[in-house]
């Protein structure tokens, strides 16, 4: 095994680290949500951090092999290409100045999506919005029901506007889990 298929499997298989990352990223959630209830914020800033970690993880991976099948006869019609359409949350794009500012504003906990007319947002598109977020201004919500939602600003880049995307991490891990056992 050479050195580089420690983390990007060989002749463009399935990375057995990619599904590792999506099980702790999943995992992560789970802990991150348990210390954010119990108000660990050391714990839950530390196990936000690693979620972080994993999700670049996925996200760089899913849409390297996106870019390497989508070059090849036959790639709307493939199982990978429909499997990155699914809807995993919502999207509000364009958005407006305020719309940043109001979003920017919001504490730690308290992800903001702007009344607007949203679309949905598929696992190719959130997956896009995670690579070209904004660092600074992202937030999570965490339900009573268990839900973690992730919200990220992306700024305007590349001819398309500003936008303001929302997920549940639970279903978006579902989402690149059922993606990734497609390569």
Known sequence: MKLSSFVVAPFGSVSRALLDSIRDLRNASAGFRTSWRANDFVSAVATSAEG???LDHVQHELLRH????????GWKESAFCLALSVKVG???QPT??????QFASRGPGKG???????EPLS????LYKIKQRATSVVNFAVSSGDVHELFIFTPEDMGKSAAISKFDLEQFCGACKAAAKLL
Do not use: H, I, V
């Open 90 to 92: 919502e999207l509000l």
């Open 112 to 118: 903001y999506m702007p009344e607007g007319a949203t």
């Open 66 to 73: 996106r870019d390497e099948k989508s070059t090849k006869a």
């Open 96 to 101: 407006s100045e305020d719309d940043k500012a």
């Open 123 to 126: 696992l190719n598109d959130a």
């Open 52 to 54: 972080f970690g994993y």
